[in-house]
């Protein structure tokens, strides 16, 4: 390991003088990568340790997340290039990205973890910048869904929650999306909708679950129609002929139900999830007969199609539900 300190550090610190940021940190990336291949992870850890130190950021890093988001917005995008283009891209796997990025997360509390999170995974702005309002706002138009890119975040609750369980409970992720989705400001719904839905059964079933365990009926009713809308749009999209992501929504819903703590919630989430869609429905209605474009007309038939495809299918799942809530009473 002292052989690897005497080689580490100069090699970075002459890649950045010679070259640009961006230039040296990715080649500096790809070298550390290559030569920390088949190290154990005690190794991996000094190493990392290694160049972060050399890079001195940690004092940047703790005065960015102890502002407001956009507050140093140069410190921002460089910290997120220094471990995009060291660590995280250049990882061959998603056991070597858990890796990079549970060092990189865990000496920082919670709230920090989240935001970190976001600002190494979220995408960029026209700027090359991280932009940290669109999440919170929706259009007027009431199909957002899908217009913010949440793959790479939702890839990285994905790995660290299934390649790296060791580090990172179920509580864990949950509280991390729970922050995650409260900065700067609340999330707008169909966004927190988009962000489950493509980090997957494991997330999506620990965030909810939570939320059905707390008997959070009326929180659950709503992100619940916005996920199954998510799943609706993405099934159209992908042209799936076996509706998978609808039939994966099925399969949340019954795991929702299955924890709430009564027969009373589990006819509350239903008559709730149903008046949801009834005032989605009228709002849209409503919202076709005031004078615009033709084009944002057309939008909104199409979101008005899309919500009763859901419901259409998501009536079956909960009439069988009901069902059985009934034949469970005594």
């Known amino acids: 390991m002292v052989c690897c300190r005497f080689q580490l550090k100069p090699v970075h610190c002459k890649i950045c003088e010679v070259k640009g940021t961006s230039t040296s940190y990715h080649c500096f990336g790809e070298l550390l990568n290559s030569y920390t291949a088949g190290w154990d992870e005690y190794k991996k850890i000094r190493a990392y340790s290694l160049v972060v130190s050399v890079a001195k950021l940690d004092e940047r890093t703790n005065k960015v997340l102890s502002r407001a988001p956009e507050s140093f917005p140069w410190h921002e995008q460089d910290i997120r290039l220094f471990h995009r283009l060291i660590f995280l891209i250049p990882a061959k796997s998603d056991v070597d990205y858990g890796f990079w990025l549970t060092q990189i997360l865990k000496p920082w509390p919670i709230t920090f973890q989240a935001r970190l999170l976001y600002l190494l995974t979220a995408p960029e702005d026209s700027r090359g910048c991280v932009s940290w309002t669109q999440v919170c706002g929706c259009s007027n138009v009431q199909h957002s869904s899908g217009s913010v890119d949440f793959r790479e975040v939702a890839r990285a609750l994905w790995i660290l929650r299934t390649c790296r369980c060791k580090d990172w409970s179920q509580d864990d992720i949950i509280s991390i999306f729970d922050e995650l989705t409260s900065t700067p400001n609340s999330w707008c719904l169909e966004n927190v909708a988009q962000l489950l839905m493509l980090s997957g059964s494991e997330v999506t079933h620990g965030v909810l679950g939570s939320r059905a365990i707390s008997g959070r009926v009326e929180e659950l009713s709503v992100l619940l129609y916005y996920l199954a809308h998510a799943c609706v749009s993405a099934d159209e999209k992908m042209k799936c ?42 709002a849209l209605f409503e919202e076709n007969e005031l004078d615009g474009d033709e084009s944002e007309h057309e939008e909104i038939k199409e979101e008005f199609c899309t919500a009763l495809t859901s419901l259409t299918n998501l009536s079956a799942v909960l009439a069988e539900m009901v069902v059985d809530v009934t034949q469970s009473e005594p």
């Not at 999830?273 to 005032?279: F, G, I, K, R, V």
């Open 241 to 282: 002929s076996d509706a998978g992501h609808l039939k994966w929504f099925t399969c949340v819903m019954r795991h929702v139900f299955a924890l709430l703590p009564s027969a009373k919630d589990k006819r509350s989430l239903s008559t709730k999830l149903m008046a949801t869609w009834q005032n989605y429905l009228t």
